[in-house]
């Protein structure tokens, strides 16, 4: 995969805006997409505006980038687009939403087992083996 300037620029902002590394948010295979559907949403000169100035303190954006920085950590977070008509990017965005990793859990409903299995009783994790150290002394 071949990576643009803008690319690498939003993947710089996008881990300034999640707090998650390059490699997590790359991890997640939605990089391009996300770019995609940012450049869509915010116009090409919002997204380009943004980030240039998501170099410096994001404390310092204006109300209108500051909309667009949340705009793309919601992204993010949920796999959907906030504003101004919400829509959910893709299944797989959904499933590779930050929120989850965050929480430390699978999104709802894609983890084997799925819809309803939190109705049964989780099964005992499998015990250790057993088995003898060759470094243990045998008092045979």
Same mark, same amino acid.
């Given at each position: ?6 690319t690498?620029?939003?993947? !710089? +902002?996008s ?7 390059v490699?997590?948010?790359?991890g997640?295979? /939605?990089?391009e997409?996300? /770019? &995609?559907?940012?450049? $869509?949403?915010?116009?090409?000169d919002?997204l380009?505006? +943004?980030? $240039? ?11 209108? /980038? ?9 992204? #993010?977070?949920? *796999? @959907? #687009? ?5 829509f !959910? !990017? @893709?299944?797989?965005?959904?499933? $590779?939403?930050?929120v #989850? ?14 819809? *309803?299995?939190? &109705? ?12 003898? @150290?060759?470094?243990? &002394?045998?008092?045979?």
């Open positions: 995969m071949q990576t643009t300037d803008e690498a620029d939003f993947m !710089v +902002l881990k300034k805006l999640t707090g998650f590394d490699a997590t948010l790359r997640t295979g /939605l990089a997409t996300y /770019l &995609a559907v940012a450049a $869509e949403q915010l116009s090409r919002r380009g505006r +943004l980030l $240039e100035a998501g170099g410096g303190p994001l404390g310092e954006l204006d109300d209108d /980038l500051l909309s667009a920085a949340r705009a793309l950590t919601h992204l #993010w977070y949920t *796999g @959907s #687009w906030p504003e101004p008509s919400p !959910v !990017v @893709s299944a797989r965005a959904y499933a $590779e939403g930050l #989850w990793k965050a929480a430390g859990i699978a999104a709802p409903a894609t983890a084997p087992g799925g819809y *309803g299995s939190w &109705a049964a009783s989780p099964s005992a994790p499998p015990s250790p083996p057993t088995s003898r @150290s060759p470094f243990r &002394a045998d008092s045979r």
